[in-house]
């Protein structure tokens, strides 16, 4: 069975600066998805980024960008120039390759961005 | 294109009742997956649908079970309803699943309802 730890429980900071996320998995799978999720006080989950575990190029959306490290089964999301509506529960989530639909998440991470 | 709809969003039933959540996915997704949402439990996986049959089943007891129509929408149903029952759940709707021959391609982002909050009491 597939597991995602997130051992930041809430994380704070400046509006504007940098912050990165944290999150480890254990699987014996080679082939998976690993996903960031935001979920805002309106309770909408949406998907901030993803991965493929076959890819070594780390996958980039705008401010979003992950640290991907497969040997070390890491993947953390670092938020540049963090803005007010990044204020939300972030996610880490895993999929396996094939056959499967089911996301396991971690227990998520509070992240409030300061005026 | 509209999103996931997900009715009702809020729902109060008391102890030992039963109730149906409905999902609407994305026109032309195929499959539907149900989540629970706690405090203390966190997001927990409690199945998927495809082409009217489920795929996946998650770790819940037979009080919870679900279905899916012909159109995709999908609907799960609780019955004998217990405290610890109050959760959010949510539905998510993917493009294409793995059909069951196993050899179909996978775009497998989860788009996310809006999620139905339950409370028993």
């Known amino acids: 069975a597939q597991t995602v730890t997130q051992s930041q429980p809430e994380m704070s900071v400046q509006e504007a600066e940098t912050v990165t996320l944290s999150c480890t998995y254990d699987?014996?799978?080679?082939?998976?998805?690993l996903f960031w999720y935001k979920q805002p006080p309106s309770r909408q989950m949406i998907l901030v980024i993803r991965?493929?575990?076959?890819?070594?190029q780390n996958a980039t959306e705008n401010r979003f960008s992950v640290n991907f490290q497969k040997a070390a089964k890491s993947f953390s999301l670092k938020i540049s120039d963090s803005q007010l509506g990044d204020t939300a529960m972030y996610f880490c989530?895993?999929?396996?390759?094939?056959?499967?639909?089911?996301?396991?998440f971690g227990t998520g991470t509070r992240l409030t961005i300061i005026p | 294109k509209a999103g996931v709809t997900q009715t009702p969003r809020y729902l109060i039933k008391t102890r030992g009742q039963q109730v149906t959540l409905s999902c609407s996915p994305i026109?032309?997704?195929?499959?539907v997956s149900w989540y629970q949402q706690t405090p203390g439990q966190g997001l927990q996986f409690l199945f998927e649908?495809?082409?009217?049959?489920?795929?996946n089943k998650g770790n819940f007891p037979g009080r919870f079970s679900g279905r899916q129509f012909s159109n995709s929408r999908s609907e799960m149903n609780v019955s004998t309803l217990e405290l610890g029952d109050s959760a959010l759940y949510l539905c998510?709707?993917?493009?294409?699943?793995?059909?069951?021959?196993?050899?179909?391609?996978?775009?497998?982002?989860?788009?996310f309802g809006p999620g139905t909050r339950l409370t028993v009491l």
């Open positions: 991965q493929e575990a076959y890819k070594q």
């Open positions: 649908y495809f082409s009217e049959t489920q795929r």
């Open positions: 699987t014996s799978e080679n082939n998976y998805y």
């Open positions: 989530a895993f999929m396996m390759f094939f056959g499967n639909e089911k996301l396991t």
């Open positions: 026109s032309g997704h195929r499959s």
């Open positions: 998510a709707s993917s493009l294409v699943g793995r059909g069951l021959a196993g050899d179909s391609v996978l775009d497998n982002e989860q788009f």
